[in-house]
Structures are given as structure tokens and as C-alpha cells.
T-cell receptor, first 111, second 117 residues
Framework: RKEVEQDPGPFNVPEGATVAFNCTYS??????FFWYRQDCRKEPKLLMS???SGNEDGRFTAQLNRASQYISLLIRDSKLSDSATYLC????????????FGTGTKLQVIP | DAGVTQSPTHLIKTRGQQVTLRCSPK?????VSWYQQALGQGPQFIFQ???????QRGNFPDRFSGHQYPNYSSELNVNALLLGDSALYLC????????????????FGAGSRLTVL
């Protein structure tokens, strides 16, 4: 089983739609979780951290379920500019331990 | 405030050659991690440098080596290149201070795209 698994997609959704991505992780000792966004042929950029109580940043909501070992990202009112690959990132322990990326979920928002 | 800078941006090599990629971390960051991203895949951790020493290493052969300088800049060296080494090589910097907050936010450079023919 991969350390971090994501549905590669692509998810093709119309503008204004709500879309959700899930990511599962295998290491129950994982402590830090993030969503990164990567545009085509660009570097990954931090979208948001994921906190135990769940957190929201504008149209984006991240949730963590430690019991089931998955995190989710919800995007409301999708914009064309949201088209990108969304990478789930898990850190086994804080700081010095290597972070592990999922393969990414590709989102295409259609006019 | 300069972010993470990498060089070169693109390069083409042939099998068996050696390559050196360079990275300057974001101002205030002292930890540098290197990742390999093949087409359609997520970044794969190669290794991490802190205080001029390799602190963590992923599942990469010894052909992959690195170095960190006193000014925190870093190099990634790959010897005896294989076709499968063709990828985007990403450098990411961070600061250990972030560890204590429970986060390890990485700032990535734009990458060096290596093609091995």
C-alpha cells in the first residue's frame, strides 16, 4: 500500500460546482497534513494546512479524519483558475521527518 | 524577498553522464530538501540537508548525492545518468523553527527539468 494515495482524476467540473478530493495515508503516526496546488509544469505551492478540527480558507475547506486516516479538500463555487493538480502531503512527524506527497488529483474546471 | 532559486531551469544530458543541479533557499530558511517528480507523479523525496549534513534520505540509489554549503545553498549530483532519471527536480527550503509548530511548510523552487537521452 502506498504511503499516501489519491484518486488521480481528472475531475472535470463546471464553473460554480462543488468538488471534493480525498486522500488516504497509511502511517497512523502522521502528524502534519497539507494540500499543495501545482499548476501545469510549475512548482507545488502550499494551498492550506489541515488541522485536526478542520479549517476553511475562503472557498476551500480541509478536513482530517484520523480514525479513518484520510484528509479531504472541498472546493466550493469552482473557478476556472482552480484548474490544477492538488497534491496531498503528509508529514510522519513534525519538521525533520521527510514529507510524503500523493500522486495528485487533477481538476479541470470547465466554462 | 527572494524565494527559492534553482539552476539550470532546463538541461539535456545523455546516458552515463553526470549532472549537478543547484539551489539557493529562501531567505531565512536553512533546510533544503530535494524531490524528483516524474511526469504524472507526485514529488518523490530524495534527501534533506541541514547544517551541511544529509539528515534524511529517501529510496534513491547512491548515484544521487548532495551537498549543502555554509550559506545554506545546496547541490544535487546525479552520476551515471539513466533514461529513467528524466524528471523535474525540485528543491524546497524550510526552517526547523516551523517544526515546533507542528508544521513543515515547504517553499519550492521552480525546478530543474532534466532530460536524459
Amino acid at each position: 500500500r502506498k504511503e499516501v494515495e489519491q484518486d488521480p482524476g481528472p475531475f472535470n467540473v463546471p464553473e460554480g460546482a462543488t468538488v471534493a478530493f480525498n486522500c488516504t495515508y497509511s502511517n497512523s503516526a502522521s502528524q502534519s497534513f497539507f494540500w499543495y496546488r501545482q499548476d501545469c509544469r510549475k512548482e507545488p505551492k502550499l494551498l492550506m494546512s489541515v488541522y485536526s478540527s478542520g479549517n476553511e480558507d475562503g472557498r476551500f475547506t480541509a478536513q482530517l479524519n484520523r480514525a479513518s486516516q484520510y484528509i479531504s479538500l472541498l472546493i466550493r463555487d469552482s473557478k476556472l483558475s482552480d484548474s490544477a493538480t492538488y497534491l496531498c502531503v503528509v508529514n510522519p512527524r513534525g519538521g525533520y521527518q521527510k514529507v510524503t506527497f500523493g500522486t495528485g488529483t487533477k481538476l479541470q474546471v470547465i466554462p | 524577498d527572494a524565494g527559492v532559486t534553482q539552476s539550470p531551469t532546463h538541461l539535456i544530458k545523455t546516458r552515463g553522464q553526470q549532472v549537478t543541479l543547484r539551489c539557493s533557499p529562501k531567505s531565512g530558511h536553512d533546510t533544503v530538501s530535494w524531490y524528483q517528480q516524474a511526469l504524472g507523479q507526485g514529488p518523490q523525496f530524495i534527501f534533506q540537508y541541514y547544517e551541511e549534513e544529509e539528515r534524511q534520505r529517501g529510496n534513491f540509489p547512491d548515484r544521487f548525492s548532495g551537498h549543502q554549503y555554509p550559506n545554506y545553498s545546496s547541490e544535487l549530483n546525479v552520476n551515471a545518468l539513466l533514461l529513467g532519471d528524466s524528471a523535474l527536480y525540485l528543491c524546497a527550503s524550510s526552517t526547523p523553527g516551523q517544526e515546533y509548530s507542528g508544521a513543515n511548510v515547504l517553499t519550492f523552487g521552480a525546478g530543474s527539468r532534466l532530460t536524459v537521452l
